[in-house]
């Protein structure tokens, strides 16, 4: 049996997972957030017990320290060498990484070189990195990249209408994001209907705080909806998802705004929340959805987009077999998958409403048996993901 300890660090967070493995039991978990400010807040669940404290975290590599020092202390582990692995997730792999890969000092400085795809994450989790390698000297540390996945878009997916050369000399391409989700939810989703993964034409959707659909072709990702930077696609909590570019120009004019200010307004003012006023969680919207106008809208136009998403990948399949809903939204919202499942029934899709009302984080199939299109609630774990390539690739047994 062996641990692994499953990294995910955003750019003020660290949460981690340690897995045993093959049972791919959860032992414990926990995060540190508010790193960098004056106070920050650790919380773990262990042995069904939860503890919460403040306290100051000042960098990821404080962090990192903290977190092996309270694993020992707090006897989840006896010491270090029950460690027999570390799996980060990284955001961007750009086009050097199409698979998660073990991390020696080059692949550490590539990721560190792929900082401007991914200002606020890739230097914090290259931190992270760095912190467990020089604690943990011998452990594997394997590098598991949310853009890895996409690196099988063709060209005509991939690359946007603007000159060529922008492509070729700056990387300006969509790269997608959530390809760790997607990677785990098609396979279990093949494994639920019972067919290999490279004979479904399948739809993902995975609606959290972040939204995005991929397309599933002979078992790889064809297309996905957020682009250049997870800022595109579909409408979000806090990001837009598309719009017409100039929009950004004429805003950036109107309110004497920065790029800076405006690229900001889009990530964390838009969406659901900027739609609403109210909030950016769904929660929130559908309880108000019948006494405020745009409470509805904002939820209207959620499913709107997420409707032609489904509409526009099916076209590129030519045909849909699988649809699958995850993550928060679309892991629990019962009231949202149906009302996207309503606008496809040009496309035979036919949702068993009893069954959808029972999904709650669960896997389920929500389609009746005379579906054309089988639809399933599949609950994404990009940690076991992880853990399972740290298995792999750093060959433990
Ligand atoms: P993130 O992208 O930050 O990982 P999540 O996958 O947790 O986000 O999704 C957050 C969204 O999911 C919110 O809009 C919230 O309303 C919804 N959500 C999360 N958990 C639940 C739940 N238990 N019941 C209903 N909705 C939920």
Redo the contacts with the bound molecule.
């Keep these: 049996m062996s641990k692994i300890l499953a990294i995910n660090a955003g750019s003020s967070s660290l949460k981690w997972r340690l897995i045993e493995m093959p049972t791919e039991k959860v032992i414990a978990k926990g995060s540190a957030e508010r790193i960098g400010q004056k106070l920050g807040k650790i919380k773990v669940v262990a042995n069904g017990e939860k503890t919460e404290r403040e306290s100051p975290v000042p960098t990821h590599h404080d962090a990192v320290e903290m977190l092996l020092k309270m694993l020992t202390e707090s006897k989840i582990i006896n010491d270090f060498s029950e460690i027999a692995g570390v799996g980060h997730r990284v955001v961007a792999g750009g086009e050097i990484f199409h698979q998660s890969t073990l991390i020696d000092e080059e692949v550490l400085t590539q990721i560190e070189s792929l900082a401007e795809y991914a200002p606020l994450h890739n230097p914090a989790e290259a931190e992270g990195i760095r912190a467990f390698m020089a604690a943990l000297p011998g452990v594997p540390e394997v590098a598991v990249f949310d853009t890895s996945f996409h690196q099988t878009l063709p060209a005509v997916n991939y690359l946007y209408s603007i000159p060529y050369d922008y492509y070729k000399q700056f990387g300006a391409r969509k790269y997608g994001a959530h390809g760790t989700s997607y990677r785990y939810v098609s396979q279990r989703a093949a494994e639920l209907v019972g067919q290999p993964l490279s004979d479904l034409k399948m739809i993902v959707a995975?609606?959290?705080?972040?939204?995005s659909l991929d397309a599933i072709k002979d078992g790889q990702s064809y297309n996905t909806s957020m682009g250049f930077t997870p800022l595109a696609g579909v409408t979000m909590?806090t990001r837009s998802g598309d719009i017409d570019a100039s929009l950004v120009a004429f805003l950036e004019e109107k309110l004497e705004l920065s790029v800076e200010q405006m690229t900001d307004i889009l990530n964390t003012k838009s969406g659901?929340l900027g739609l609403s006023g109210i909030s950016?969680?769904?929660?929130?919207?559908?309880a108000k959805e019948t006494t405020d106008e745009r409470a509805k809208i904002a939820v209207d136009i959620f499913i709107d987009r997420i409707v032609q998403y489904i509409g526009a990948y099916t076209a590129q399949l030519n045909g849909l077999d699988t649809l699958v809903f995850t993550?928060?939204?679309?892991?629990?919202?019962a009231p949202i998958r149906s009302r996207v499942c309503q606008s496809l029934g040009y496309l035979g899709v036919e949702l068993d409403e009893n069954l959808n009302k029972a999904a709650?984080?669960t896997e389920q199939l929500i389609s009746t048996p005379q579906s054309k299109v089988k639809v399933l609630v599949v609950p994404?774990d990009e940690e076991l993901m992880i853990a399972r390539d740290v298995v792999e690739l750093g060959k433990i047994k």
């Design positions: 995975h609606l959290g705080n972040g939204v909590g659901l950016s969680d769904m929660r929130d919207l559908l993550a928060g939204i679309g892991e629990n919202e709650r984080g994404t």
